[in-house]
């Protein structure tokens, strides 16, 4: 009989008496020739229990069981172990005869068992990797009257994070994704997603079978391309490929072919006419996989072939069904998570989902909690974690792949998210709040909950589509709101140092949490300030931000934080944006004279160390005039040597600084002006001369007024003029009008 885990113990523990005893009276008891997995689970036992109950508890074999003894566990598959036939990680917890018994599916079940006691019974917590709560008492307690049974819903389960991922840590959170062996190993998959080219790579097959590659505008290519999945004797290639793959890995229950990570599927005749008659492009995909996954059905019977319904092939094919060896991957990677993927942005993504679900036997589902495009912001998805595993459990999914690369608030995504995948019917308003309490603290929880639904509510206002990519907290979060949740995270750090303390865990977990809005302000500080001043809101963003920006980078590196979005390819790049972050601070520093007698939120200076450098032609140089020692050198290379899009809108009084190096007094030295890159046209140029800019002193060129919107920049340019041997930059000033 399967129930839910949580209910189930709260009535135990309320309405039945425990079994007590002291703990060293307890035993854990193996089978006599327990696997690596039943040893695991018995050693994950006693390490917990001995720091719960600071007492030892011996691990045995059954054969030396003393006759009628109890404060007995038995892990494993041992004579007290139900016979019958798990469910796939199934679980089985119960109290008998002064026993405990934690048993299930022979490949993982007593683990995951061991792992549900611990956590639903004891109340150990495994927030991160890292950080764990080990509950003290002083003996070991189990009601008498514990019988649960429980299969989960989905047979993969797998939350792709870094701080997730560690295989022990994914084991504990019953997860299968990336577990060692000794934990009951993964489920893996051969040629894992976009596989085309493994399969069929270009570079052997393609100067000899230009036909087996995509057809686009009556061209065979394979840049960026697919394959042409009408064309049999490709298909008897793949055929033979995957077949060969297969022998050389006789334990592999999966193998995967599915197209490229880009579009340009084929478009000939045959691959045209098919997929026009199917309604989708899924149409040519299923007819392959159809014949290739009959040969395997034949020599491996237990396989199944693996594909993705991504993108173009998203929507399901009108008339062929997936053979029942072919699993389909169906990703969301076009939703909206701000509301559920049942909600009106996510329509059509619901039609091909439970289209999917009519045709296809085995469903799993690649679903995204992160946005790409700004990795540290809030990302306001929390809602729609709970309704989507749901929705994804109620149309037949059996697997679930998570990715959730990113660090807003990870800790507390991973941990919801895996718990929901092992049991959807938890109450997710109970798990945040545990994790919350848990890991914030009781009297840091209620900032959070505020924080979130202040963040929630501004994004369901602003009625944005929030996708996985081009989500930018400008679009979203205004002034107003970044004020309101600033308030609340100050006040939620100051209640934890009164609590906690300076040091404490609570503490160092919050000010990472805060990292989102941080980032915010740093990153969108100047246009904030001229919001502040314009809209006569108050501006609660750091009143010295070069600190601010120190102490954020600092935070990125003890908080192990690795990239602000999906295009930081290495630590590298992430270093330099995190560079250029500071270095939009750094000339405040040196406040120009026309600068120093106004408000500081009238006046923002940029630095020539954020100017673009097209093709390469300018370079930074150390110079002694400058106001930071540095500046952008520009020689006679190309017309249009470097410039700068400052992230303000409205009107300013622009300045830029400047010198150049001469052989001649007078004459055209080149010229600077502001350039709408969006609309594509000129907003003002202004001629430099000579003899306003020769010699080592830096002095102010003025550009007058300037009406800045979304797109516009500053541009300098050499006047290709031989004499003038250079120009260089030092900085940019705009002052508010």
Same mark, same amino acid.
């Given at each position: ?18 079994i ?22 018995g050693k994950e ?17 059954e054969?030396?069981?003393?006759r009628?003894?109890?404060s007995?566990i038995?892990v ?8 019958k036939d ?22 993982? &079940? ?6 549900s006691?611990?956590?639903d ?5 495994w ?9 003290? #008492? ?8 514990l ?5 989960p819903?989905m047979?993969?389960?797998?939350m792709y994070?870094?701080?997730a991922?560690?295989g ?5 959170? #019953?997860g ?6 000794e934990?009951g190993g993964?489920?893996?998959?051969i ?5 085309f080219?493994?399969?069929i790579?270009?570079? #052997? ?5 230009p036909?087996?590659f995509s057809?686009i505008k009556?061209?065979?290519?394979s ?8 064309n049999?004797e490709l ?5 033979s490929?995957?077949l060969?793959?297969?022998r050389k ?13 880009w579009?340009?599927?084929?478009t000939?005749e ?6 026009e008659?199917e309604?989708?492009?899924a149409g ?5 996989l159809?014949k ?8 491996f019977p237990?396989?199944?072939?693996e594909?993705?319904?991504y ?9 062929v ?20 993927l049942?909600g ?5 993504f ?5 289209g999917w679900?009519?045709?296809a036997?085995?469903?799993f589902i ?19 974690l709970?309704p989507?595993?749901?929705?994804f459990?109620?149309n037949?999914?059996?697997g679930l792949f998570?990715e959730g ?6 800790d507390m ?6 718990r929901l995948?092992w ?26 909950h505020?924080?979130?639904d ?8 602003a ?7 081009? *989500?930018?907290?400008e679009?979203?979060?205004d002034?107003?709101?970044l ?14 140092c009164?609590?906690?303390?300076g ?5 160092r ?25 314009e809209?006569h809101?108050?501006?609660?963003g ?7 920006v120190?102490?954020f ?7 192990k934080?690795?990239s ?6 290495d ?6 944006y995190l560079?250029n972050?500071? #270095?939009?601070?750094t ?6 004279? *026309?600068?120093k ?7 923002i ?7 673009s ?6 370079t930074?140089?150390?110079d002694?005039n400058a106001?930071?020692?540095?500046t952008?050198?520009m020689p006679?290379?190309?017309d249009w ?10 009107k300013?009084h ?6 150049c190096?001469?052989t001649?007094?007078?004459?055209k030295a &080149?010229?600077l002006g502001?350039?709408h890159?969006?609309?594509?046209? &000129? ?6 001369k ?6 080592e002193?830096?002095?102010?060129i003025?550009?007058?007024v ?9 541009w ?8 003038v ?9 705009l002052i508010?009008?």
């Amino acid at each position: 009989m399967k129930h839910n885990i949580v209910h189930l113990l709260c009535t135990f523990l309320i309405f039945t008496v425990s079994i007590s005893s002291a703990a060293t009276n307890w035993r854990i008891v193996l089978p006599d020739s327990p696997t690596a997995v039943e040893n695991t689970a018995g050693k994950e036992l006693q390490l917990h229990l001995r720091q719960v109950t600071n007492d030892d508890f011996p691990i045995i074999s059954e054969k030396d069981v003393p006759r009628n003894a109890t404060s007995l566990i038995f892990v494993g598959k041992t004579s007290q172990s139900p016979q019958k036939d798990f469910a796939f990680d199934e679980i089985l917890i119960r109290s008998k005869d002064g026993n405990l018994i934690l048993a299930g599916h022979p490949r993982r &079940g007593a683990l995951y068992a061991v792992y549900s006691f611990l956590q639903d019974v004891i109340g150990v917590r495994w927030w991160t990797p890292e950080e764990t709560f080990i509950p003290k #008492k002083e003996s070991l307690k189990i009601p008498n009257a514990l019988n649960i049974s429980y299969a989960p819903k989905m047979i993969s389960r797998e939350m792709y994070h870094r701080w997730a991922q560690p295989g022990v840590f994914s084991a504990r959170m #019953k997860g299968n994704g990336s577990i060692p062996a000794e934990y009951g190993g993964k489920v893996s998959i051969i040629h894992f997603v976009h596989s085309f080219y493994k399969i069929i790579p270009p570079e #052997k097959y393609f100067d000899k079978h230009p036909e087996w590659f995509s057809e686009i505008k009556g061209k065979r290519t394979s840049d960026n391309a697919q394959l042409c999945l009408t064309n049999d004797e490709l298909c008897k290639e793949v055929t033979s490929n995957v077949l060969a793959t297969l022998r050389k890995n006789p334990d592999a229950r999966f193998i995967d072919i599915s197209q490229n990570d880009w579009r340009r599927n084929c478009t000939c005749e045959k691959c045209k006419a098919l997929d026009e008659k199917e309604g989708s492009p899924a149409g040519s995909l299923v007819h392959f996989l159809n014949k290739v996954a009959a040969e395997v059905e034949k020599e491996f019977p237990d396989v199944l072939v693996e594909s993705l319904a991504y993108q173009y092939t998203r929507k399901p094919p009108k008339c062929v069904k997936p053979r029942d060896n072919v699993l389909i991957r169906l990703c969301t990677i076009e939703c909206s998570y701000i509301q559920p993927l049942t909600g009106e942005q996510n329509k059509k993504f619901a039609e091909d989902m439970e289209g999917w679900s009519r045709i296809a036997k085995h469903l799993f589902i690649w679903d995204y909690v992160t946005n790409y495009t700004d990795y540290i912001g809030p990302h306001p998805n929390l809602r729609v974690l709970a309704p989507n595993v749901r929705y994804f459990v109620k149309n037949g999914a059996v697997g679930l792949f998570e990715e959730g690369e990113g660090d807003d608030f990870a800790d507390m995504r991973n941990w919801v998210l895996m718990r929901l995948m092992w049991d959807p019917s938890l109450d997710e308003n109970k798990l945040f709040h545990d994790f919350c309490e848990g890991y914030y603290g009781k009297e840091i929880a209620p900032f959070i909950h505020e924080y979130w639904d202040v963040l929630i509510n501004q994004a369901e206002k602003a009625k944005i589509y929030l996708g996985c990519f081009r *989500m930018t907290s400008e679009q979203w979060i205004d002034l107003e709101t970044l004020n309101r949740v600033t308030d609340i995270m100050n006040n939620a750090v100051k209640k934890s140092c009164e609590v906690h303390g300076g040091r404490s865990a609570e503490l160092r977990r919050l000010r990472k949490a805060k990292m989102a809005i941080d980032h915010v302000w740093l990153s969108r500080y100047y246009p904030l300030r001229c919001e502040s001043r314009e809209k006569h809101l108050p501006f609660l963003g750091p009143k010295d931000p070069l600190k601010a920006v120190t102490e954020f980078i600092e935070l990125c590196r003890s908080n192990k934080t690795r990239s602000h979005s999906i295009y930081d390819k290495d630590a590298k790049q992430f270093e330099t944006y995190l560079s250029n972050l500071s #270095k939009m601070f750094t000339s405040r520093k040196y406040p120009p004279e *026309m600068c120093k007698d106004i408000p500081e939120d009238t006046w923002i200076v940029f630095d020539d160390a954020l100017f673009s450098n097209y093709k390469d032609a300018a370079t930074r140089v150390e110079d002694a005039n400058a106001s930071d020692g540095w500046t952008t050198r520009m020689p006679t290379k190309v017309d249009w040597n470097t410039g700068y899009k400052p992230a303000v809108t409205g009107k300013f009084h622009v300045y830029a600084s400047m010198r150049c190096d001469a052989t001649i007094d007078t004459g055209k030295a &080149g010229s600077l002006g502001v350039y709408h890159f969006k609309n594509k046209r &000129g907003l003002v140029s202004k001629p430099l001369k000579i003899e306003d800019l020769k010699g080592e002193k830096y002095r102010w060129i003025d550009l007058g007024v300037v009406d800045f919107s979304a797109g516009a920049g500053i541009w300098f340019a050499h006047g290709h003029v031989p004499e003038v041997q250079a120009l260089y930059v030092d900085r940019v000033v705009l002052i508010m009008e």
